[in-house]
C-alpha cells in the first residue's frame, strides 16, 4: 500500500511513490496498446473496418470461384466466377433471399459456397488480417458475421444455445443469406454494451 503525503485525499497533494505507480501504470497501458495496433497494421484499425473489408473479400472470393454472391436482380451484377460454371447457382435459399445487405449498390443478398476447403482458408486468412492462421478463432469469426447480418441457411440440431433445433451449422453450411433481423438484434446489443460505459 502506497502512502499518501499528509493531507493528500482532500489537500491534493500524491506521494512520490503513488505518482511513479500510476506513471508506470499507464505506461503498462500504452505498451499494450501499441503492441495490438502493430498486430492489426496493414489495414488499419481491423475492427473499425472489418464490415467493408469483409464485403470487399466477398466480392474478390466470388471472382476467384471460392463462392457465389446472390444480388438482387435489379443490382448491377457481378460476373458469374471464374470456373464457376452451372454450380455457380448452387443454393436456392440464398438466391431467393429478398433481405438485402444495406451497405453499398452490390445488393448482396447472400452467398454460396462453391469450394468449401478454400473458403475454410480464406475466411481465416481474412480474419487474422494476414497473420498467423493459428490464431484464428471459428466462433469469434461467426459472431463477426452475425454482427454484420449473415448466418448460414444450414441448421443443425446439435445447436449450443437457446431451443435445441434452432441453431445453424457454422461451419458445414452450404450458403450463408443476410438477416435485417439479426443485424438488428446484435445491433442493439452492441449499443446495449457500450451506453453504460
Known amino acids: 500500500p502506497v ?28 505498451t499494450k496498446q501499441s503492441k495490438w495496433t502493430s498486430r492489426v497494421s496493414g489495414g488499419g484499425l481491423f475492427k473499425k473496418n472489418q464490415e467493408s473489408s469483409f464485403v470487399e473479400r466477398l466480392e474478390d472470393w466470388h471472382g476467384t470461384a471460392i463462392i457465389r454472391v446472390h444480388q438482387l436482380p435489379s443490382a448491377p451484377l457481378l460476373p458469374l466466377p471464374v470456373g464457376g460454371g452451372s454450380a455457380a447457382a448452387a443454393c436456392g435459399v440464398a438466391s431467393a433471399n429478398v433481405d438485402v445487405y444495406p451497405s453499398g449498390d452490390l445488393g448482396l443478398v447472400g452467398w454460396s459456397v462453391l469450394d468449401q476447403d478454400a473458403w475454410q482458408q480464406a475466411k481465416r486468412v481474412w480474419f487474422t488480417n494476414g497473420g498467423d492462421i493459428a490464431s484464428f478463432k471459428p466462433n469469434s469469426f461467426n459472431m463477426c458475421l452475425r454482427h454484420m447480418g449473415f448466418r448460414p441457411t444450414k441448421a443443425s440440431k446439435a445447436a449450443k444455445y437457446g431451443t435445441p433445433g434452432t441453431g445453424y451449422d457454422w461451419e458445414g453450411t452450404p450458403s450463408y443469406v443476410f ?10 446489443k452492441r449499443s446495449k454494451g457500450t451506453a453504460g460505459r
Open 3 to 30: 502512502q499518501e503525503e499528509p493531507g493528500g485525499a482532500g489537500g491534493g497533494k500524491m506521494s512520490k511513490a503513488r505518482l511513479e505507480q500510476l506513471q508506470e501504470y499507464i505506461g503498462g497501458a500504452r
Open 179 to 188: 438477416d435485417s433481423e439479426l443485424r438488428l438484434k446484435y445491433a442493439s
